[in-house]
């Protein structure tokens, strides 16, 4: 899609999302569309409507902050959303440059070190396209179903949309799913020349319907802090709190832990799991050593 079809895609999908009455706007008789009309945007952010509609037919160059805010209140954006929306501006008000291919990402030495040295809890770093770049031995681990996938970097979009196994290690998969298109999509919008980027959206739409469909309803969020439960195949079911810590030196990467609930049998299934990852990772280092 070019950049005036996502900006066009978004605001529309924004505003069947807000209802008169949610936004305080009184109703008459039968109405045509879900959520707002293009006229009752316009009106709540205080803008015409022929300029409500040129820029939601992406005709954005030129437009002003405070117009983007108003309509940002208007249609109830969240940061997330907020944020998404500023992208797409930004490109369309940008020269278009050509589709590039990024260098390889590479984990600088210091921060490998930092998550190999968090034992206790699993830890990895991916990128916004879900690609896991480095991850602590615990951590490979608990997503050793990620890491079946013969491709390099592992990467978990690729996971939950193509391979079998994620619906049963994804005990809420629907979630999963829509979180993932959600950070896909806003990952979009700050870098929309990203060709690995354009890459995985192609393989994803073609191969999956389900993620088609998830793509096409334009959600966007930030995947920061949460709880997930996991059906590991050696352990069980686990509940664990994870925490998406961005790293500001290395632009694009982040630092993903897990953890458990002192006390709870998650705890005890991710210390039996380490257990084991360590006795791997012995007889690993035995097998290396006496075929040397």
Not at 114 to 129: E, K, L, Q, T
């Amino acid at each position: 899609m070019s950049n005036e079809d996502d900006i066009r895609e978004f605001l529309a999908t924004r505003r069947a999302k807000v209802s008169p009455e949610h936004a305080g706007l009184p109703t008459y008789g039968r109405r045509r569309v879900a959520g707002l009309r293009r006229e009752e945007v316009a009106f709540l952010a205080g803008i015409s409507a022929e300029y409500y509609t040129r820029l939601e037919r992406g005709q954005a160059r030129g437009v002003s902050d405070e117009v983007l805010d108003a309509v940002c209140r208007a249609l109830r954006l969240d940061e997330a959303e907020r944020a998404h929306l500023l992208d797409l501006m930004r490109t369309a008000n940008a020269d278009k440059p050509q589709r590039r291919t990024a260098a390889p990402q590479r984990i600088r030495p210091s921060i490998g070190r930092i998550v190999d040295s968090m034992a206790g809890v699993p830890a990895f770093v991916r990128n916004g396209r879900f690609d896991i770049l480095h991850a602590n031995q615990l951590a490979t681990a608990l997503y050793s179903e990620h890491f079946r996938d013969a491709v390099r970097p592992a990467n978990s979009a690729r996971f939950v949309f193509l391979d079998p196994r994620a619906s049963s290690f994804y005990v809420d998969w629907e979630t999963t799913a829509h979180d993932i298109v959600a950070t896909l999509r806003g990952e979009a919008g700050r870098n929309p020349y990203d060709r690995a980027l354009s890459d995985l959206i192609g393989l994803l739409s073609t191969r999956s319907d389900e993620f088609r469909v998830r793509w096409a309803s334009h959600d966007v969020r930030f995947h920061r802090t949460g709880s997930k439960r996991l059906h590991h195949p050696l352990v069980g079911e686990l509940t664990l709190a994870y925490e998406s810590l961005e790293l500001p030196a290395d632009p694009g990467l982040t630092i993903v832990t897990y953890s458990a609930e002192p006390g709870s049998s998650s705890e005890e299934a991710l210390l039996e799991l380490g257990r084991w990852a360590a006795t791997r990772a012995k007889l690993s280092a035995v097998d290396t050593k006496t075929a040397g």
